[in-house]
């Protein structure tokens, strides 16, 4: 049985809060992308059902209403630290996540290689020419964007970070 998109998500959160957490760094970027992402696996483990949109910060439906749209399957959710929405936007399955007050606080978008722009694909296929690029998390969180870039080849499988023209391996995992 195929792993869900969310599932996928939610593993890789996971394993990205533990490398963050392992590389201890002062850097307030790392810190603020460890807090996002602790944020975004809070639904993922919750069963949680669907909040009504008026249990929500109107702040938060109204900038959502602004910010995103051409929007299909809308759900709320409320989470201890505000709300999240999960959301598919032209075909790309995305969640925004909003603090207590309705202020917005990140954008998660899950999509294949065809969405992914292109200098961050020509960036990736520059030094992994013979891996193909099987999926994309996108997290844009203030005016940054943070790139999770899952590759493979026949060997093994590996999750790549590109961020503000930086780019590193986050882990590798040999097939067997």
């Excluded at 593993?11 to 533990?18: K, R």
């Excluded at 790309?92 to 202020?103: H, L």
């Excluded at 844009?140 to 590996?158: N, P, S």
């Amino acid at each position: 049985m195929p792993l869900s998109p969310n599932l996928i998500t939610c593993i890789l959160a996971m394993a990205f809060i533990s490398h963050a957490k392992a590389q201890q760094s002062n850097d307030n970027s790392s810190q603020r992308l460890f807090t996002i992402l602790s944020h975004a696996t809070v639904i993922d483990n919750a069963a949680a059902a669907a909040s009504p949109p008026f249990a929500v910060n109107i702040k938060a439906v109204r900038d959502f209403a602004k910010s995103f749209k051409d929007v299909e399957n809308v759900h709320w959710y409320t989470v201890p630290d505000g709300a999240m929405v999960y959301f598919t936007e032209r075909g790309i399955k995305s969640r925004a996540g909003y603090d207590k007050k309705g202020n917005w606080l990140y954008c998660m978008r899950s999509y294949a290689e065809q969405h992914l722009p292109k200098e961050i694909r020509a960036q990736v296929k520059s030094i992994y020419y013979d891996y193909a690029i099987t999926w994309v998390n996108e997290i844009t969180y203030g005016r940054q964007a943070l790139y999770v870039v899952h590759i493979q080849d026949e060997f093994c499988w590996k999750n790549i970070r590109i961020s503000e023209d930086e780019m590193e391996t986050m882990e590798t995992f040999e097939k067997e």
